[in-house]
T-cell receptor, first 109, second 107 residues
Framework: NAGVTQTPKFRVLKTGQSMTLLCAQD?????MYWYRQDPGMGLRLIHY???????AKGEVPDGYNVSRLKKQNFLLGLESAAPSQTSVYFC????????FGPGTRLLVL | GIQVEQSPPDLILQEGANSTLRCNFS?????LQWFHQNPWGQLINLFY???GTKQNGRLSATTVATERYSLLYISSSQTTDSGVYFC?????????FGTGTRLTIIP
């Protein structure tokens, strides 16, 4: 039981490049979330999903897109990366209790 | 939405000391969780505690839903307890986090 995993762990992008962050969970949870955390700050919700095929906007959705084609996977896409998207990204899944992935550190130059 | 406030914002303690962290919410909640973010950034779920008291080793938590607060107790602190502690409630399909308490344990 791996819990919540994230790929990649660290990535450097140039402004304007695109990338996809992958989150996978093996707990059969319905709800999944993407957060970002900037230095010294709390978590801010980007997008979330309440089940396969559903997505919804969170607090800071601009510049990001998501897809939940399979229940166990939740993808976060950056179509055209900007330096303001430099952050640590956390994925989580929830079915009563919330579990977080280890995070992806993204640096946009 | 319901506001979640934590106190104190910062706490510095000597190793071996006990501490109490508080989480106040502005309205009734029926799903409260406590998390620890360690200095390496890892977020760990400590307790799911909508009401009552739970204990896990040196940590315990109590939620009094009718009085709109929850407490996290850490006994005999260790340096590995350092980090930020968040409480959060689940409502409208997502967690709303408190402001956090930064705990520093000095050897």
């Amino acid at each position: 039981n791996a819990g919540v995993t994230q790929t990649p762990k660290f990535r450097v992008l140039k402004t304007g490049q695109s990338m996809t962050l992958l989150c996978a969970q093996d707990m059969n949870h319905e709800y999944m979330y993407w957060y970002r955390q900037d230095p010294g700050m709390g978590l801010r919700l980007i997008h979330y999903s309440v089940g396969e095929g559903t997505t919804a906007k969170g607090e800071v959705p601009d510049g990001y897109n998501v897809s939940r084609l399979k229940k166990q996977n939740f993808l976060l896409g950056l179509e055209s990366a900007a330096p303001s998207q430099t952050s640590v990204y956390f994925c989580a899944s929830n079915w009563g209790t919330q579990y977080f992935g280890p995070g992806t550190r993204l640096l946009v130059l | 939405g319901i506001q979640v406030e934590q106190s104190p914002p910062d706490l510095i303690l000597q190793e071996g000391a006990n501490s109490t962290l508080r989480c106040n919410f502005s309205d009734s909640v029926n799903n409260l969780q406590w998390f620890h973010q360690n200095p390496w950034g890892q977020l760990i779920n400590l307790f799911y505690i909508p009401s009552g008291t739970k204990q896990n080793g040196r940590l315990s938590a109590t939620t009094v839903a009718t009085e709109r607060y929850s407490l996290l107790y850490i006994s005999s602190s260790q340096t590995t307890d350092s980090g930020v502690y968040f409480c959060a409630y689940f409502g409208n399909e997502k967690l709303t986090f408190g402001t956090g308490t930064r705990l520093t344990i000095i050897p």
